[in-house]
T-cell receptor, first 113, second 113 residues
């Protein structure tokens, strides 16, 4: 089955800096890669996703890049703000009749003012 | 867009007691429904998924069961809770029109003492 590795497990940055979280996946058939943000005591929130036919996608201060050959994808957050502090999860799956997402173990991002 | 209602938000139960967590979805028809568990400081583990009324698939053998009595209602149950059942339980759905996008509810923090 699919295996998703996520690094780093914790990331501390200063407000205004950029943050990058990286994930690798094992199944070359995976074609859907979402990212989730989870604040303390809340459910994960889908923040951005990318399909395998696209190399990069951007939404305001967040962007995701995908390298299918190397089987890795990354989340980039620019101009970080304290409210970006949360745990971020990457995931990978093949699109089928139901969600088969395999999640990474998460990255705790702390943005200091 | 869909809304996932999940309750209660927190629950403290003694070992050996029964459990019933309920989830309802609004804003979409024929969703796929999921129950995930998140242990403290760990990733997301898929417990059950359902592609239709009365159709339940289990991903992990355990002390829990799930039922889907109505199209937009998903219930997680146990006859006798174990200490190891403690965790953060999340209901999720993939809307009928967007199979790959997985959305989560707000979660139930279960403590078994």
């Amino acid at each position: 089955g699919e295996n998703v590795e996520q690094h780093p497990s914790t990331l501390s940055v200063q407000e205004g800096d950029s943050a990058v979280i990286k994930c690798t996946y094992s199944d070359s058939a995976s074609n859907y890669f979402p990212w989730y943000k989870q604040e303390l005591g809340k459910g994960p929130q889908l923040i951005i996703d990318i399909r395998s036919n696209v190399g990069e996608k951007k939404d305001q201060r967040i962007a995701v890049t995908l390298n299918k050959t190397a089987k890795h994808f990354s989340l980039h957050i620019t101009e970080t703000q304290p409210e970006d502090s949360a745990v971020y999860f990457c995931a990978a799956s093949k699109v089928s009749g139901y969600s088969t997402l395999t999640f990474g173990k998460g990255t705790m991002l702390l943005v200091s003012p | 867009s869909q809304t996932i209602h999940q309750w209660p938000a927190t629950l403290v139960q003694p070992v050996g007691s029964p459990l019933s967590l309920e989830c309802t979805v609004e804003g979409t028809s024929n969703p796929n429904l999921y129950w995930y568990r998140q242990a403290a400081g760990r990733g997301l583990q898929l417990l059950f998924y359902s592609v239709g009324i009365g159709q339940i698939s289990s991903e992990v053998p355990q002390n829990l069961s799930a039922s889907r009595p109505q199209d937009r209602q998903f219930i997680l149950s146990s006859k006798k809770l174990l200490l190891s059942d403690s965790g953060f339980y999340l209901c999720a759905c993939t809307p009928g029109t967007g199979i790959e996008k997985l959305f989560f509810g707000s979660g139930t923090q279960l403590s078994v003492l």
